[in-house]
């Protein structure tokens, strides 16, 4: 944000890691204002009855991340409902527009509109410190759902980038069994060098009847039905994957296994970190 002190900032939609980024730019002395955050109810802090409005009487409106489901944006706090359509028709070439993680509908209605965006999810760093609270989350989901330590335990990570490479540094303090499977021969090497068992593809199938728990990182369908149907009963299973994440979650539940689908992560367990994270990369790029 290093040209917009001067500016009206209006912050729109999302979750409680939006919410604490409203307060932050408080703090920071940016003049801003919300759309979808009635709930704060905090009297330094102007909500708007219209989006239309909002966007209006402001220079930069900062979105959520994710920004949109398909033709709604992400208003997870509020009882206000937006449109991706509606919220394309209030834009101008004046306003500048900073979001995170759009999918394709607005991407291909911006486009279509001419309307130019800079996308906070795009940057490495942002996406490193992500990765590291979504581990944190994920150990936390671990500890919370089993009666039995870490420690000794058979894990498998299904795939090795960001979250996969932190995750399992992060768990290597515990000393589980720690398997990891990764299409690619590199990351292979990587993972057997840093005291891990690198799994590939074909392997899967004679060690997860051994494992305790799975978790996945692949946005895509690489726990089969016939691999669901190996596991162990006692399996936890924590997909980190976007959706429609890395398994069939009803086939997994109407087998009796435990599956959690975990998203959004940084928002729930550290949205205040999360917040200065998404502060900073906007301050370093816009």
């Known amino acids: 944000m290093t040209n917009m002190k001067s500016n009206k900032i209006l912050i729109l939609g999302g979750d409680k890691r939006i919410e604490e980024l409203i307060k932050l730019c408080c703090e920071e ?21 219209t989006l239309e409005e909002g966007i209006s009487n402001n220079d930069t409106i900062i979105g959520p991340i994710p920004f949109n489901c398909g033709d709604k944006i992400n208003m997870k706090l509020s009882k206000k409902n937006v449109s991706v359509n509606a919220f394309i028709s209030l ?3 004046y306003k500048t527009l900073i979001l995170g993680s759009p999918d394709s509908y607005f991407t291909n209605l911006a486009q279509k509109m001419d309307i130019k965006y800079y996308d906070y999810n795009k940057d490495e760093c ?3 410190a992500n990765a590291s609270s979504t581990a944190e989350g994920a150990i936390s989901i671990i500890i919370n759902e089993r009666n039995k330590t870490i420690y000794g335990s058979n894990i498998l990570i299904l795939g090795y980038g960001r979250i996969g490479k932190i995750l399992s540094n992060y768990l290597k303090i515990f000393n589980p069994n720690l398997y990891v499977f990764a ?5 292979i090497t990587w993972t057997n060098i840093n005291g891990h068992k690198g799994l590939k593809v074909h392997e899967l199938e004679s060690f997860i009847s051994n494992i305790d728990i799975i978790i996945n990182t692949i946005p895509a369908a690489i726990i089969s039905k016939e691999l669901i149907d190996k596991t162990n009963k006692d399996i936890l299973i924590i997909d980190l994957a976007s959706k429609p994440g890395g398994l069939d979650h009803n086939y997994a539940i109407e087998k009796g296994l435990k599956t959690i689908h975990a998203l959004g992560l940084p928002g729930k367990i550290a949205p205040k970190s999360a917040a200065k994270v998404i502060f ?3 301050l370093k790029n816009v």
């Not at 940016?30 to 009855?49: C, F, L, Q, R, W």
């Not at 299409?183 to 990351?187: E, L, P, T």
């Open 183 to 187: 299409r690619k021969d590199a990351d």
């Open 126 to 128: 942002f996406q490193i």
């Open 29 to 49: 002395g940016y003049a801003v204002s919300s759309y979808g955050h009635e709930s704060m109810n905090d009297k330094m802090v102007k909500e708007y009855e």
């Open 91 to 93: 834009m101008n070439k």
């Open 280 to 282: 900073n990369t906007i």
